[in-house]
């Protein structure tokens, strides 16, 4: 089974603080991306990686950022957390589009609050 | 600008009925579709492409490239078909974009 799992199922952070989410693959996926996702508006895509130390811009980047240093593992840093960045988080991997099956699998989600 | 349109954010049918999701993407390369599906309290997963041209719990969608269509269909809705459906399609090599999404509600 592919699993992606996400550090935190539920955090709570204030204004300004530097907020971390982490996420883990297992399936030695290329890539892995991370979306944010609400009511209305879908999913969006924050960033995306599709190799070690690679990393694109998605369509909502502004306020966050990214950190690949090795292949599973794909952190998402709000870099002075606001009020307007409290959504459901979704990571997700899958293998280089092009080159093989490219189905994407999805972490369980990180509920992040921002007081 | 919106690559993916889903135009209904609600989808209420009753049981037995046919279910059509709706689906238009703007993309000039040749695209690759998919449907995703989000059950309560479920992870995001795929229900199916466009290149495997399968039926999945008996879903179908076919690629239009004249209407840039992918409308998600089945003849007859259940109710555990209830969930949060999502159109998926890549972009320049990597780039996974998703639409904003339909709840599709069965009612019995």
């Known amino acids: 089974d592919v699993k992606v799992t996400q550090s935190s199922r539920y955090l709570v952070k204030r204004t300004g603080e530097k907020v971390f989410l982490e996420c883990v693959q297992d399936?030695?996926?290329?890539?892995m991306f991370w979306y944010r996702q609400d009511p209305g508006l879908g999913l969006r895509l924050i960033y995306f990686?599709?190799?070690?130390?690679?990393?694109e811009k998605g369509d909502i980047p502004e306020g966050y950022s990214v950190s690949r240093e090795k292949k599973e593992r794909f952190s998402l840093i709000l870099e002075s957390a606001s009020t307007n960045q409290t959504s459901m988080y979704l990571c997700?991997?899958?293998?280089?589009?092009?080159?093989?099956?490219?189905?994407?699998?999805f972490g369980q989600g990180t509920r992040l609050t921002v007081v | 600008a919106q690559r993916v349109t889903q135009p209904e954010k609600l989808l209420s049918v009753f049981k037995g009925a046919p279910v059509e999701l709706k689906c238009n993407y703007s993309?000039?390369?040749?695209?690759?579709l998919f449907w995703y599906v989000q059950y309560s309290r479920q992870r995001l997963q795929l229900l199916l492409r466009?290149?495997s041209r399968e039926s999945i719990k008996g879903f179908t969608a076919d690629l239009n490239k004249g209407e840039t269509s992918f409308h998600l269909k089945k003849p007859f809705a259940q109710e555990e078909d209830s969930a949060m459906y999502y159109c998926?399609?890549?972009?320049?090599?990597?780039?996974?974009?998703f639409g904003a999404g339909t709840i599709l509600r069965v009612k019995s």
């Open positions: 997700a991997s899958s293998f280089y589009f092009l080159d093989r099956d490219t189905e994407a699998f």
């Open positions: 399936m030695d996926h290329e890539n």
């Open positions: 990686s599709y190799d070690v130390k690679m990393k």
């Open positions: 993309y000039s390369g040749s695209p690759e």
């Open positions: 466009h290149i």
């Open positions: 998926a399609l890549i972009e320049y090599g990597n780039k996974l974009v």
